[in-house]
């Protein structure tokens, strides 16, 4: 069976590989990959960085994302940042100290699977839930605070994720956001 790599960084940016062939393509997977074989199942560790993803307008230095569109979850509208490029989804949250409690961010897969999040370089605690291809909420983790770096928090391999959106820590109970709550993804665009 053919497995190809998945590499995720909280709300980070995605990344597809082969690993390597003998030894140091073993431990070169095994340190920077969290693996999921074609059918999805997570096969390896904790993730690290990545290559390409989609492409997109670069962010000013020190910005999340561009701008922000309004997404309907579980009933209560967010505006939620897209990180769409390389840098944007390498950058995610991490360059933010705190986030409003009616603001997010989006990070779309390239395809349904098990999707690994970390709070590298985070510096405040989020809540992340993974979006299925049916538009609704398939996995919650509640309050991950930076401290549980390198921990990786992944959605059930039962239950495939396209999209991960963070939120502030909190916010999703306070809401009464929880797995098969809807969710209305913005179309891709450009």
Known sequence: MSSRCTVRRAGF???????????AGVALS???????????????????????ATAASTPAPGSAATSTVPVPVGG???QIMEARSAQEQARGLSVLDSLPADQGMLFRMTRPGVQGIWMK????????????????????????????YPTVFRNPSDRPAIAVIE???GVAE??????????????VTG
Not at 44 to 50: D, F, K, T, V, Y
Not at 126 to 137: P, Q, R, S
Not at 180 to 186: F, I, K
């Open 13 to 23: 940016r995605p990344a597809r590989f082969r690993p390597a062939a003998g030894a």
């Open 30 to 52: 095994l340190a920077l990959a969290s693996c999921s074989t074609d059918s999805g199942e997570s096969t390896g560790p904790a993730p690290a960085g990545g290559t390409a």
């Open 76 to 78: 209560v509208t967010f």
């Open 121 to 148: 370089g985070m510096r405040f605690p989020i809540d992340i839930l993974w979006i299925g291809a049916e538009g609704m909420v398939v996995h919650v983790e509640r309050s991950v605070t930076p401290e549980t």
């Open 167 to 169: 939120l502030a820590a």
């Open 174 to 187: 306070r809401h009464g956001i929880d797995v098969g709550s809807p969710v209305a993804l913005p179309a």
